[in-house]
């Protein structure tokens, strides 16, 4: 069997270990955050045993990057 069939279609181990190091390499890479909280505001009123909760989330968003893939 010539170099260029093996590398024509790959065998099912190959495939699989590419798999589990794409997963293995997601899993690894730090996650860039787009947006910061600034603050967490939470409003709570009781009126006959019902309660309205409030909560108010500020935050800052970054754009994304040109260069991001």
């Known amino acids: ?3 260029s069939a093996i590398s024509a279609k ?3 181990a190959r495939c699989v270990g590419r798999a ?3 997963v293995w390499r997601a899993i690894r890479t730090p996650v860039a955050r ?3 909280e600034v603050q967490r505001k939470t409003e709570t009123h009781e009126h006959d045993g ?3 909760r ?3 989330i ?3 968003v970054f754009p994304k990057s040109p ?3």
């Open 34 to 36: 787009s947006t910061v």
């Open 20 to 22: 589990i190091g794409i």
């Open 10 to 12: 790959p065998t099912i």
């Open 50 to 52: 019902i309660t309205l």
């Open 58 to 60: 500020d935050e800052v």
């Open 54 to 56: 409030r909560t108010t």
């Open 1 to 3: 069997m010539s170099e």
């Open 67 to 69: 260069h991001a893939d």
